[in-house]
């Protein structure tokens, strides 16, 4: 039994899970203060349109952020808080500003492609260390975030 931790998950795959969630972490903090910036600087003829979009993907963000951190508390671990932190471990880079909205657009698909392959990886090492927790939540991100790389894609691939 002292290889399992406060929940009955095995320590060490819990550990493998942490760093994959840290990372995830790192990523959406970045993601999400890009959102912001595209909100607050969206420009054009779709300005109405996208500050709306963009704000309701930021405030998306900001909830799977906390959600992130607890389910890494959940495992035993501690949450980085520093964006000094995130910004070594993103793979998301701080976007340039931006005001243009089909600019913003592609640099939330690709956002997106980063964290739909990490959610992916976490999803398969939650399943072999038999963490439903992990499972389930990224099982509703990966569902939720297809949608909306659907509905983005719609909107660059018609103007």
Not at 12 to 33: D, G, H, I, P
Not at 108 to 117: D, G, N, S, V
Not at 126 to 152: C, F, H, P
Request: hydrophobic share 35%; no cysteine; net charge negative.
């Amino acid at each position: 039994m002292d290889n399992l931790n406060d929940i009955g998950l095995d320590k060490a795959k819990s550990k493998e899970l942490e760093e994959k969630l840290s990372e995830l972490l790192a990523n959406y903090s970045v993601f999400y203060q890009n959102t912001r910036g595209y909100h607050w600087n969206i420009k054009g003829d779709d300005f109405f349109e996208l500050h709306v979009k963009f704000e309701e993907l930021y405030n998306d963000l900001q909830v799977k952020i906390d959600e992130v951190a607890e389910r890494i508390l959940t495992l035993g671990y501690t949450p980085s808080h520093r964006y000094s932190n995130y910004i070594e471990k993103s793979e998301i880079a701080e976007s340039k500003q931006i005001s243009d909205g089909k600019a913003a657009v592609r640099e939330i698909l690709e956002a997106f492609k980063t964290t739909l392959r990490l959610q992916r990886e976490i999803l398969e090492l939650s399943d072999e260390a038999g963490d439903e927790g992990t499972n389930a939540l990224m099982s509703d991100y990966i569902r939720e975030q297809e949608k909306d790389v659907w509905m983005y894609s719609s909107y660059v691939d018609t103007k």
